[in-house]
């Protein structure tokens, strides 16, 4: 088969996007397309879960949705600069699209740095749906406003550079704060991470819940742990991409640390909010809508058993706001089977209905009494 002096073969081309030493573009567009796709299916996931129950959007429902937002921008511009010429040895690209692809990725920088931040946010936002006890609440805001500062730090140290005239140019010889301005911003997050988990099992020790129901909780936040190491890593390739006689090639390394720490922290932002492990953490006083769970089950069971619709789980209360005064408590639960369903082996009678009824009153304790909540 006759070739190009190049060695490829006529009638095709060489490939967008190399992987060899002088070009890594396809790192770049791989971690990103990658990062794209589970971004946005774990979104979706959300969306299908969370919908059917609430109706509404919650608060670590709109916070998730935010930074899937950035998040996806974020991957885009990554894409957009290897196109550019990101990943590309500096023989290979003019001025202008080096320039280009140094604005783009600076910029995918800081939305990464947001979307990051975000999903912390939204973690500790469903933690405070689930309880209402005051050192609870007090040292859930307080991991809020931390998180929030160290957003708003972090934005700052990642976009400030070591030129004020070109701060996307951090990776020359004179700018020597690269670095150190990351290392910053990775152990700021950390240490929101480490906090967030703290925070987690001080809401567990006062719980009283089974201690399979606590170990399923602590078992799907302690996801978030190894964050810890993709944030080393990525660190580790900062470092190796600023001794590199090639940092533009070098950088998709860091890129890709960087698509898979986003990532996942989506990820184990969204993990968190399926049922079955809120169950464990419920406190039964706080805001999330577990009690509004409408149960289906189709089909029916062999060996002349019933063949149930659905049970529908309602509830009603003495609420102010958000919180139910412990003073004054009223609590009424009802299941009822579905109307036309009907018992497979009985068609004598017509309908089969079943339905329980609890009503349950606090009242007042005298005003002497220690009431400890």
Known sequence: MATLPTGVPLGFSNPRYGNDENDRGGWAVVSGGVALLFVAMFGAMRVYIRFPFNGRLLRDDATVFAASIFAILQTILVIAAANLGLGRSRSQLSESSLTGAEKIAYTSDIFYVIALYLSKAAVLFLLLALSREKAHELLMYGALGLCGVGMVASVVMAGIGCDLSRPWASITSECTSYFPRWLAIEIVGIAVEVYLF????????????????????????????????LAAYRLISIKRMESSSQPNVSRTATVAWTEAAMAYSLITATLPSLVPFLTGLNTGLGSFPLDNIVQTSHGGSSGGAFAMGYLKHEHSGVHQGDRMRPENLTYKSSAVGKADQRSIESDDSQRVIIRRTVDVSFSPAPPDDDISR
């Open 198 to 229: 703290a925070v987690l099992l001080r809401m567990l020790a006062g719980l009283q819940r089974n201690w399979k129901g606590k170990y399923k909780a602590v078992a799907i936040f302690s996801l978030r742990l190894p964050l810890v190491i």
